[in-house]
Structure formats: C-alpha cells, structure tokens
C-alpha cells in the first residue's frame, strides 16, 4: 500500500508547487508592443500617465509596473498585465507546470480578443507573447507583444492591484 500511495502524494505536492505562478508584490514588467493601428489604445496611454511615463511605441521596449494579488500569484485569479484595462475581462484558458495561457476579451473603444502565452521561470520572473485581433474604435485593427517581468519586492509602491469590477 506505501508503494503506491507514496509516488502519488509526491506527485500531488510537485504538482501544486508546479502551478503556483509567481509571488505577490511589486513586478517591472517590459513589453515591446507592434501595434496594427494608427493610436495607442487609451488604456495604455493612461496607464504610462499613471505611472509618469511616456506611453510605448512601436517597436520600442516600454516599461511599467504591476502589482500582483496572493490570488493572481497562487493561480486563483488571472493575470492582469494591464490593470487598467476596465472594459477588458481576463481568464485562464490553460496552466500546465510553467506554462499559461490567458484570454482577455475586450468590449468598447478596443473590441476584440487578446490570448497571452506565459512562462514562467520560477516565481520571480515570467515571460510571454500576446496577440489581440479586433478593432478600435471601429478600425479593424491587430496588436502584438512580447514581455518579459521580474519580481521587485513584496511592497507595491504606490502600486495599485488590479480590482475586478462588480457589474
């Protein structure tokens, strides 16, 4: 009975560890966007205000600042790369050991689909690509991304966490 109910508790305890995501606190985050539209959607415009930036450029690496939940790092809740994103709502469509998979389905000024790979390395540091097709403002539109993210330290900073909205 040991034999076969050791290797299956160990497989439970690996297991859990291998979902955990990251860890709560502070995140720089690095994003080089490849934008399909002629304007920067007005999220990411008042995120980089938010946070005293310049908003990003094509091409170019821009880099902000999330503050991630205990239940966004255990896996509970999505990832919010953006946590502004108010007329956006995130899920996890996938989370195998490192890997992620995220959708975030947007309604308004920017309407369409984004679906965002994640690795993680550890839970101090992930990386990704993300992709959104649909339209602004009526354009037909398409935006790309890769980042990459590091843990900073357990306090925000000023930092706010993203709150889900109560419709």
Not at 138 to 147: E, I, V, Y
Request: net charge positive.
């Amino acid at each position: 009975m040991r034999r076969i109910l050791l290797p299956i508790l160990a497989l439970l305890l690996l297991t859990q560890g291998a979902f955990a995501a990251g860890t709560a606190g502070l995140w720089t985050v690095t994003t080089i966007y490849q934008f399909g539209m002629s304007k920067v959607p007005p999220s990411l415009v008042a995120l980089a205000r938010q946070q005293g930036l310049k908003p990003p450029v094509t091409g170019r690496p821009f880099i902000h600042h999330i503050c991630m939940t205990e239940y966004e790092a255990d896996g509970s809740q999505p990832l919010h790369l953006n946590s502004r994103d108010l007329d956006c709502t995130n899920r996890t469509v996938s989370q195998r050991r490192s890997q992620m998979v995220l959708e975030t389905i947007c309604h308004g000024p920017l309407e369409g689909v984004s679906r965002a790979q994640i690795t993680w390395r550890g839970n101090t540091h992930f990386e990704g690509t993300s992709n959104f097709k649909g339209s602004f403002r009526g354009d037909t539109t398409s935006m790309s991304s890769s980042f990459t993210a590091d843990w900073v330290g357990a306090d925000c900073q000023g930092v706010r966490a993203f709150v889900p909205q109560n419709n």
